[in-house]
């Protein structure tokens, strides 16, 4: 079982660039999400997705896009990166039909747009 | 908002001892979660307590829950090395899962 997983592990962007998080879950879970990592800002949710065909906004979605077209995958695209958008990004997913349902995280892309 | 705040930012202990870490929220939840983060890792999942629970023990690890002071506890018994990590609880209420800035923990050899 591998989990979430979240590719790539790195990136280097230039400012304008654009490019997709890849993230894909084996567990059969309706629920994804996305997170942000900052020094001193704790994860803050940029989208979510309750199932496939459903995807929904966090606390900080500005100069982000989803879409969820699979049960599997859930890619978050950057149309034109900026330096503000360097950070750790994560990946959970969990079933959503219950509430004591656990998240379960990749090991997130880390992400430098210069 | 949902977010919970984990106190202290930081706590430095010596390996055997006890570590505990709070965190304060602001609504009403169905659960409360502990999830606890290696360095450079994604988030771990740890202890789930519901909102009708008071207490509940996993292993060396033992959490405490109080609704009427929107507050929860994370006591870790008998710390060892492996346990130095952030951890940061996720009070639950809706779909969203937010979390805090953590409690980082460094456990001394």
């Known amino acids: 079982n591998a989990g979430v997983t979240q590719t790539p592990k790195f990136q280097v962007l230039k400012t304008g660039q654009s490019m997709t998080l890849q993230c894909a879950q084996d567990?059969?879970?309706?629920?994804m999400s996305w997170y942000r990592q900052d020094p001193g800002m704790g994860l803050r949710l940029i989208h979510y997705?309750?199932?496939?065909?459903?995807?929904d906004q966090g606390e900080v979605p500005n100069g982000y896009n989803v879409s969820r077209s699979t049960t599997e995958d859930f890619p978050l695209r950057l149309l034109s990166a900026a330096p503000s958008q360097t950070s750790v990004y994560f990946c959970?997913?969990?079933?959503?039909?219950?509430?004591?349902?656990?998240?379960?995280f990749g090991n997130g892309t880390r992400l430098t747009v210069t | 908002s949902q977010q919970g705040e984990e106190d202290p930012q930081a706590l430095s202990i010596q390996e055997g001892e006890n570590a505990t870490m709070n965190c304060s929220y602001k609504?009403?939840?169905?659960?409360l979660q502990w999830y606890r983060q290696n360095s450079g890792r994604g988030l771990v999942h740890l202890i789930l307590?519901?909102?009708?629970?008071r207490e509940k023990h996993s292993g060396r690890l033992r959490v405490t829950l109080d609704t009427s002071k929107k507050s929860s506890s994370l006591l870790i018994t008998a710390s060892r090395a492996a346990d130095t990590a952030s951890y940061f609880c996720?009070?639950?209420?809706?779909?969203?899962?937010?979390f805090g800035t953590g409690t980082r923990l460094t456990i001394i050899p």
């Open positions: 959970a997913s969990r079933l959503s039909g219950s509430y004591n349902s656990p998240l379960h």
């Open positions: 567990m059969n879970h309706e629920y």
């Open positions: 996720a009070p639950f209420g809706n779909e969203k899962l937010t």
């Open positions: 609504t009403s939840i169905n659960n």
């Open positions: 307590i519901r909102s009708n629970e």
């Open positions: 997705s309750v199932g496939a065909g459903i995807t």
